[in-house]
């Protein structure tokens, strides 16, 4: 029964609460498409089988007694495993944590579940999501549905993988600067970063605490919002989330957008882009214009990205963005010494520090001690002022430049990756090329804004390509609206040849 | 400005100089950053959560009631308490300390620019600048008695802690004894610390140099220098502290003769030294070269803390009358001693309590006997305080009252207070089921006068005579009266009965 898994959530949520397919069949569907497909893509840490068939067993019974079942009553989701479930592992894809029993459930899970989602495992990623490509995983790479030999990108790539390949209805990521949006480009489907504060981070393992948020990755803009209403709204036990009022963005999705004012964002729109992404942009800025929104060009000019003599780019934000995550991350990711929980050394240690020692290194990959280090070094006594403080100025200036342009318009429109897809191992030997990846997304974070990126269909090597809208803080209602104008311009996304190969 | 001291007329003038760190835990309910109670004493680990133990993905919510203590004491301290502060963190690795960081308060802390004014033996008082009063999270405690391994027990871990840090300006072992005697008295007195050492609720950390040269002008590089600054850390009792003082100026002073010049600030910097409880001694643990870089930087978890006029004037509406104003008030009002304006000023509900009997009309002398008396044995004996022994004001007034209208003799008296701190109730009701209370019947006191004077003719002669152990034998006659009536006769009755009877012929 193919045509299931070709249901999106609500497609599938609506068939479950008419009887039309119990949400026991849904997960079979879903767990025997992981079964056939995910030894190739590997887009799952883990599969929690017998859990998400006595979850979606449940949901039947509750059905049969005439209950309510919830806004996600029956769907089967994956969740990143950088986000804490009570049950499984939460490995944030590092051998530190490969055996990790989290004690408690994330806000965003538990309020998955309370909504009757059924929770298939947890996906892949970046170690401790820090990367473009989920190379950097621990275990193994994901691939790309669209083309295994490619990357699926990063960090959330397991999430926006098996969302692409049809091996959950939908997915949460977490984005930090560019974590879902930039995979959703690559895999080709919905991926939304909500507005810092918007939903709440307990539970969501620390990368950059000031940038980190969680989001839906989905197959369409309504599955996103749909995602989104059930997991946004303050928390208590997060204080940095948000005491406002959650929209019901599901509902105001399909209300008419007038007087939409677009912005064309002028840094992003440099020559340095490709071409091909370039066009799409254009398409898009098009379909505004012929749905009868105001198009202007409008200047970030402290996210500007700048090509050098020998083609590297360059950027502001990006700099201001790897200072700030990695003295996070540095103070983060301190808490992973051996002693407490996680790995720890089997030799034999002469003292305290030799335990932290070898336990660190021999849990944390490449890429996280990395960035450890020059956390580290950005916040010792001397460096401070030249490098921290220094990056929170730039982020002023960002969120100035920001505050400016939404004065002017609704929504910015821009790319959300200088490229599509690229192959495994093409960027791995340097990381200052792979932190390029997020040229476009890294803003968004520093400002603390909302942004999503919406399928703008294929390139000619048959690769998907994302653009990407922000808005002001809290407007993810306009937000939605817009991607679901582009989306129903540009029509249905295209799901990879994978998918729908059983 | 300091007191200095001169070693003799050759060499320079020696002036101590000490800063002192406090730090006082509070006693709130919950702990800073959590929701887990802030109880001392239960078995290791039964007070923790995923934030307090640091797991992955927990997060911190201020506990309000603690920032609520810290303004109270910032005020108290005469500090300011700025509209603006906020959380940062203070990273070092430690197993004690789940997340490797401690949650604390760097450059903005809630308090800042105060002062406490010690009072000292002779009536002298030294004005203590403090230089600031932050709160931060308390880390857990390594357990080394087990067998095979160090234990770690998180009890602790995330108790809202407060500290105090004062300028330079203590330059003897009497004043550090005096300030922080002083803060334990001041936090009591707020009600916001237990500050019980025993519990580890105050632990000291003195920092001490000796300033060698003109005592008149300290920090005038021109006019001496300063020897290495030592920090001790970790001190939680007055003995020890105290001990450490002593240990380090002695041992300030013999480098000074040893070394000169080259025991100095300049040339040798900070070191951190340690206190060794069972020799009595400091030992050295590092120095600059080994000073721990913490990397504070604003914690991105916690939202920064606007302490509106509103609030800071709601709080200090709370804080009432200082202990040492209340001290002041003792002394001069009710004429008590140093010593028991002292005890009963030892934490707030005492002095409250003394204040209400008096109030309700109990004689103040007799007031202050009673609670300096029995009462202060029982609290010695409980370890808790005067108020807590749960003797009511009223019931302090009434025993009072009628020890001074002669209803009860002084034993009398000791009897109705023992039942009183067994099992409360009223002293009348309890004098008349004990049988104790005075007989006033003219004639039944006469004749337990007569009685005595009859069985001891040999003192009472002496009375008459106004021999020179007269005074000796009139309080033996009271006492032989007192015997035969069982304690009821009142003494001022049988005082007059027996001088009339015994005039001198």
């Known amino acids: 029964m193919a045509s299931l898994r070709q249901l999106s959530a609500l497609g599938l949520r609506k068939a479950i609460a008419a009887g039309e397919v119990s949400a026991l069949e849904a997960a079979r569907e879903y767990l025997g498409a992981i079964d056939e497909l995910d030894g190739q893509l590997h887009c799952f840490n883990q599969v929690h089988r017998d859990r998400a068939l006595e979850r979606a067993g449940a949901i039947d019974r509750k059905r049969a007694a005439g209950e309510p079942l919830g806004p996600l009553g029956g769907l089967p989701l994956a969740i990143k495993d950088n986000i804490c479930t009570a049950y499984g592992k939460t490995t944030c894809s590092s051998k530190i944590l490969a055996d990790f029993h989290s004690p408690y459930d994330a806000t965003a899970v538990s309020r998955l579940e ?103 990755i ?27 009022p959650v929209p019901d963005y599901l509902a105001e999705l399909d209300k008419p957008l007038k007087n939409l004012r677009v912005g064309l964002v002028s840094e992003f729109h440099s020559q340095s882009l490709w071409p091909e992404i370039r066009q799409a942009v254009d398409r898009c800025a098009e379909a505004f214009g012929a749905a009868g929104a105001a198009v202007t060009e409008v200047s970030l000019p402290h996210s500007r990205i700048d090509a050098g003599p020998d083609g590297i ?51 944390f990959g490449q890429e996280v001690k990395r960035r450890i280090m020059l956390g580290t070094y950005a916040l010792s006594a001397g460096y401070y002022e ?25 929504v910015l429109l821009g790319p959300t990756t200088p490229e599509t897809a690229f192959p495994l191992g093409a960027k791995t030997a340097d990381p200052l090329t792979m932190y390029l990846s997020d040229v476009y997304t890294i803003s968004a974070n520093l400002a603390g804004l909302p942004g999503i990126s919406v399928p703008a269909g294929l390139s000619r090597e048959n690769l998907p390509i ?19 104008l582009l989306e129903v311009a540009l029509g249905p996304a295209p799901a990879p040849p994978l998918a729908g190969s059983n | 400005m300091a007191p200095t001291e001169a070693e003799n007329p050759t060499s320079p003038t020696l002036t101590t100089v000490i800063g002192l760190e406090i730090h ?81 308060q760097y450059d903005l802390p809630l308090a800042r620019e105060g002062y406490l004014d010690v009072p000292l033996p002779g009536g002298r008082t030294s004005r203590i600048r403090v230089r600031r009063a932050h709160l931060e999270e308390d880390a857990g405690k390594n357990v080394h008695d087990l067998a095979a391994h160090t234990g770690v027990d998180l009890n602790r871990a995330g108790v809202p802690l407060l500290e105090i840090v004062s300028e330079p300006d203590i330059h003897s072992v009497e004043e550090v004894m005096g300030y922080s005697r002083s803060m334990r008295r001041l936090v009591r007195w707020l009600g916001i610390s237990q500050a019980n050492m025993q519990m580890g609720h105050m632990r000291f950390e003195p920092n001490i140099s000796i300033w060698v040269g003109d005592g008149q002008r300290i920090f005038d590089e021109s006019a001496g220098y300063f020897t290495p600054i030592l920090e001790i850390k970790n001190l939680n009792s007055f003995r020890s502290l105290e001990k450490t003082v002593e240990w380090i100026i002695d041992y300030h002073r013999a480098q000074i003769i040893e070394r000169g010049r ?45 302490v509106e006029a509103a609030w800071r004037d709601r709080i200090a509406a709370e804080i009432g009358e200082l202990p040492i104003a209340r001290k002041g008030r003792y002394l001069a009002q009710y004429q008590l001693s140093d010593k028991e304006a002292d005890a009963l000023t030892e934490d707030a509900p005492t002095g409250d309590l003394l204040d209400s009997a008096v109030k309700l009309g109990g004689p103040v002398r007799r007031v202050v006997n009673l609670m300096m008396g029995r009462m202060m044995a029982a609290s010695n004996q409980k370890g808790s305080t005067l108020a807590q022994l749960g003797v009511s004001a009223e019931a302090l007034a009434e025993l009072a009252g009628m020890m001074e209208a002669g209803k009860l003799s002084a034993s009398a008296a000791d009897r109705v207070m023992e039942v009183l701190l067994a099992e409360g109730g009223k002293p009348l009701d309890i004098a ?4 104790v209370l005075a007989v006033s019947d003219a004639s039944a006191i006469e004749a337990w006068v007569d009685a005595a004077i009859a069985a001891n003719a040999g003192p009472a002669e002496q009375v008459r005579t106004g021999d020179k152990k007269a005074k000796q034998a009139f309080g033996f006659l009271m006492g032989a009266v007192m015997k035969l009536s069982g304690g009821k006769a009142p003494p001022a009755a049988v005082k007059q009965l027996l001088e009339q009877k015994l005039s001198p012929k």
């Open chain 1, 466 to 484: 994302g653009v990407q809208l922000l808005s002001g803080a809290f407007n993810e209602p306009v937000l939605l609206r817009a991607a679901r």
């Open chain 1, 313 to 363: 780019l360059s950027s502001y934000a990006v700099a201001c963005y790897y200072v700030v995550a990695m003295a996070e991350a540095s103070s983060n990711l301190a808490r992973y010494d051996g002693v407490h929980y996680g790995h720890r050394t089997a030799k034999p240690v002469k003292d305290i520090i030799e335990l932290y020692c070898r336990s660190r290194a021999e849990g």
């Open chain 1, 218 to 244: 989905a197959r369409n803009v309504g599955d996103a919002a749909l995602l989104l209403s059930v997991i946004a709204g303050h928390d208590g036990s997060d204080s940095t989330s948000l005491d406002r």
């Open chain 2, 262 to 306: 080259d025991w100095s600030l300049e040339k040798v910097g900070k070191q951190n030294w340690g206190y060794r409880d069972d020799l009595e001694c400091c030992e050295f643990q590092r120095g600059k070269e080994e000073a721990h870089d913490y990397r504070y930087f604003p914690d991105p978890d916690l939202a920064p803390v606007r």
């Open chain 1, 386 to 410: 030249a490098y921290y403080l220094k990056a929170l100025k730039v982020r002023r200036l960002i969120k100035n430049d920001f505050d400016a342009a939404f004065a002017k318009c609704d």
């Open chain 2, 24 to 104: 006082c835990e509070l006693d709130t309910r919950t702990k800073m950053f959590c929701r887990c109670l802030n109880r001392f004493g239960d078995p290791p680990n039964t007070h923790t959560c995923p934030v307090c133990i640091g797991m992955p993905g927990a997060l911190p919510v201020m506990n309000r009631q603690a920032v609520d203590m810290t303004i109270k004491a910032g005020l108290a301290l005469n500090c300011q308490v700025p509209e603006f502060t906020k959380w940062d963190r203070k990273g070092y690795y430690y197993p004690d300390l789940p997340k490797n960081y401690q949650i604390s």
């Open chain 1, 114 to 216: 309370a909504a009757g989602a059924v929770v298939l495992g947890k996906t892949n990623l970046d170690e401790f999501a820090m990367g473009s490509s989920t190379e950097n995983s621990g275990f193994a790479p994901t691939r790309n549905p669209w083309d295994v030999s490619r990357v699926p990108g990063g960090s959330s790539g397991g999430s926006a993988a098996a969302a692409a390949a049809r091996l959950c209805a939908a997915a949460l990521g977490s984005d930090t600067g560019g974590s879902i949006r930039q995979p959703a480009s690559f895999c080709g489907v919905v991926g939304l970063k909500p507005t810092y504060g918007r939903v709440s981070r307990y539970g969501l393992v620390a990368y950059g605490s000031s940038l980190d948020q969680i989001g839906p």
């Open chain 2, 432 to 435: 008349t089921r004990l049988g």
